[in-house]
């Protein structure tokens, strides 16, 4: 039936009074007329559930310890000592133990996680990494997070957002880009915007589709790459010449795995893709195209062979 | 109203802005995720958020970093397994009024029919359908909340009424 209809908007356009009187002569003519009304007019009965907004907006109130509450607050003095106590007794703590205020964020191995920053903007953690950050200091300007592993970001406009790991750092105003900071492998996609990346000596300044890699000590090296935003997303991971250590590395991050890889030549460079959600068929893909023997034992334990 | 007081760190331009959108904005969430108690907490979030951002926030980005929060917020949580749309009982079309008894019957039938085929939908075309039938939204307007074209809205809401009518059959 729907083969009918001349274009892919057609319905909605109805519901609009947008289509022509001929149009709609013929469509009010069809068996199906009826139906559709019937539809919309049984939705004019659906109700969306009870909203207690009075409610929500004191819990919103009594939630924030901002100026909501305080400019509505008499001024009283017993108060302001039993705070200024206690804001002595907290700082002391604070001081002697050292225990920053830090939000922890960890994925286990196969996950991934969406994390929503103070300011709006969105992370998405691939498997077995962890990114820190400080909600107090989030307001105090500086947009900060340490990254262990992969992650992506989507960057609220604003000031300088800035991504510490193990060998690098990344800042930002406002874009998309992922890190990948494991083991001895630096690398920074840049999807949207730009971004700077400083890593020991050196700084690049990377334009969208254009990402910079560093192996161990080596230089840091400009490439291009495809796609709008990184495959891991969608379930796959994607390697362009990495060093084979990266995709048995990323291989234990999606699947709860070991694998021996003794004799190994490490210099081997890999490219190819692997799916997050078949553990035999990653495996399968990854060694083959490596022209490498293996054998996947109780589920869990892959044993490598340079052929 | 003078200048400076149009700021959303003014009480009662937070106030004001609040109830002109939070309602909206819980059902966005709810026709998008399908929790009730969910969709208010990330309305709550959201509405924290943007008092703890007044000062950078101004009157015309409020909306968009509203929605942008609580989406960001939302597709971090985890989906409801089903989505529950009430409706209401009583037939409230004039003509339906005046049917035999029988034929109420049929329309409960028909309400259970269809609300339970709007709850299968996908999630992008039951949020289009329910903004536009329930909340009376324009496509524009559900175009400039979800951050997509006025086109793929039509193309959404297109796509959910040919998925309702396979559904509910023949009537």
């Known amino acids: 039936m729907s083969s009918k209809f001349n274009d892919d908007r057609f319905l909605a356009r109805w519901l609009n009074n947008e289509l022509t009187p001929e149009e709609l002569s013929e469509f009010q003519n069809s068996d199906d007329y009826a139906v559709y009304k019937k539809i919309i007019a049984g939705s004019e009965n659906i109700e969306s559930p009870a909203f207690d907004d009075q409610a929500l907006l004191s819990r919103i109130r009594s ?22 106590v206690l804001l002595l007794a907290t700082s002391f703590v604070f001081y002697t133990m050292l225990v920053p205020d830090m939000t922890t964020i960890q994925t286990q191995i196969g996950e991934q996680r969406t994390i929503s920053l103070p300011d709006g903007s969105e992370v998405v953690l691939n498997a077995n990494s ?17 990254l262990v592993g992969e992650a992506f970001f989507k960057v609220q406009k604003g000031n ?11 800042s930002v105003l406002g874009t998309q880009f992922t890190v990948r900071d494991v083991a001895d492998f630096y690398e920074v996609k840049c999807f949207e915007g730009s971004v700077e990346v400083a890593s020991g000596e050196e700084k690049e300044i990377l334009k969208p589709k254009r990402s910079v890699r560093r192996l161990g000590n080596k230089r840091m090296l400009l490439r291009s790459i ?9 379930g796959k991971t994607t390697f362009e010449s990495v060093p084979v250590s990266q995709v048995l590395a990323a291989l234990k991050n999606q699947y709860d ?5 003794g004799s190994l030549d490490q210099g081997l460079i890999y490219s190819g893709t692997f799916p997050h959600d078949d553990l035999e068929l990653a495996v399968k893909v990854v060694f083959t195209s490596l022209d490498i023997d293996y054998e996947l034992k109780d589920g869990n334990v892959v044993v490598v062979a340079a052929k | 109203m003078s200048k400076q007081k149009d700021s959303l760190c003014d009480e009662a331009q937070f106030d004001a802005f609040y109830s002109d959108h939070a309602r909206s904005l819980r059902n966005f969430i709810f026709y998008k995720f399908g929790d009730a ?19 950078k926030v101004t009157m015309e980005t409020a909306k968009g970093f509203l929605y942008k929060v609580a989406i960001n917020l939302s597709t971090s949580l985890k989906r409801s397994e089903k989505v529950r749309l009430n ?27 269809l609300s339970e085929a709007i ?45 309702l009518r396979a559904k509910i059959g023949n009537v």
């Open chain 1, 160 to 170: 300088t957002f800035t991504v510490h790991s193990n060998t690098g750092s990344v």
């Open chain 1, 226 to 234: 495809k796609g709008s935003s990184p495959e891991w997303l969608i």
């Open chain 2, 119 to 163: 709850s299968s939908l996908p999630d992008k075309q039951r949020e289009v359908f329910l903004m536009n039938r329930v909340e009376k939204k324009t496509y524009k307007e559900i175009a400039e909340l979800s951050g997509v074209s006025v086109k793929a809205i039509e193309k959404s809401m297109h796509k959910a009424l040919l998925k």
């Open chain 1, 130 to 146: 962890s990114l820190t950050y400080s909600e107090d200091d989030w307001e105090e300007n500086t947009r900060t997070v340490k």
């Open chain 2, 87 to 113: 409706y209401r009982q009583q037939a409230v079309k004039t003509e339906t009024n005046q049917e035999s008894p029988e034929y109420v019957m049929l329309e409960k039938e028909f309400m259970d029919k």
């Open chain 1, 63 to 84: 939630q924030q310890s901002g100026k909501l509450i305080v400019t509505k607050r008499k001024i009283n003095y017993l108060r302001y000592a039993a705070a200024a």
């Open chain 2, 37 to 55: 108690e969910q969709s208010d907490d990330v309305v709550q979030e959201s509405f924290i958020r943007l008092w703890k951002n007044c000062a």
């Open chain 1, 257 to 261: 795995i070991r694998i021996e890889s």
